[in-house]
């Protein structure tokens, strides 16, 4: 049986008020600095971010930090404040991790210079290859340090939708496995990434809601990868076809192409626990 898979839940959704904090932080610093006249510091900026982009890619958490002024803050979506340097250092190793195969860009939309501080209002995108899991804005204020800027408060915002919550106790929850060669790790993201969610997304956007992807952290012993779909809750008593979204959005004979992609990475069959929601 084909069953759906979605996307990545990568840059997290916010539940507090970002036009309120950015307001906020942006009066703040504007009373601060009343008597100096706004200068555009844009270029400065953005060569801030392109060496914030650069070391998000090579994954150097520590590098990150110091991009920080040691007493910066970040306002995560969906998570708690992030206090200080060393917070900033673990938030990062943490998602660096996580994030290893996405890349993100960063667009200024403006940012404005008060003396040693400036703010700056953007967007973001996040790409797992050709797809684009996820967009938003951000405001930061900047703090100059030896003639450096440096991020002193980040907040960013998600504009995807609030996801659906999960299974509700004596809910059907299904975990798919699926095994995949060494050598199709690669080939089997850039199926479920960039061809099945697209076409999930269209087809059954409630049903999109429901599935997560679980990436393996390290290979089984025998070299073979195992990934999961946690379809949480199971809502859809026909199930979840692959065969029906593809075909509904490229056509028969392209859907069967992707299929056929799709059952060369896997060894053997995928494998299928239906389980209830507990209290806990």
Known sequence: ??????????????????????????????????????????????????????IRKSGDPEAMSMLYTSDAKLFPANGTLIDGREAIKAYWRESLTQEASSELVLETVCAEGYGDLAIEEGRYKVRVGSLEVDKG???????????????????????????QSRASVGQTVWVISNRIKADKVSQFEEFNFSVLEPAATENSPERRNTVRTLRPVEPNKDGTYTYF???????????????????????KEKSDEYLKQFRDC??????????VQTIW
Not at 11 to 27: H, I, P, S
Not at 266 to 275: A, D, K, P, S, Y
């Open 229 to 251: 779909y946690l379809i949480d809750p199971a809502i859809s008593p026909d199930g979840y076809d692959m065969a029906e979204a593809l075909t509904t959005k490229y056509g």
């Open 1 to 54: 049986m084909n069953l759906l898979i979605l996307k990545l839940n990568k840059m997290k959704r916010t539940l507090f008020n970002f036009g309120l904090l950015a307001a906020l932080f942006t009066a703040a610093f504007l009373i601060s600095s009343c008597t100096q006249p706004p200068v555009d510091v844009t270029m400065e900026i953005d060569e801030a971010n392109q060496a914030f982009l650069d």
């Open 137 to 163: 804005k951000y405001i930061v204020t900047w703090k100059k340090e030896g003639g450096q800027w440096k991020l002193h408060q980040d907040i960013w915002n998600s504009d995807l939708p609030v996801a």
């Open 266 to 275: 896997l060894v053997g069959e995928q494998e299928m626990v239906v389980t």
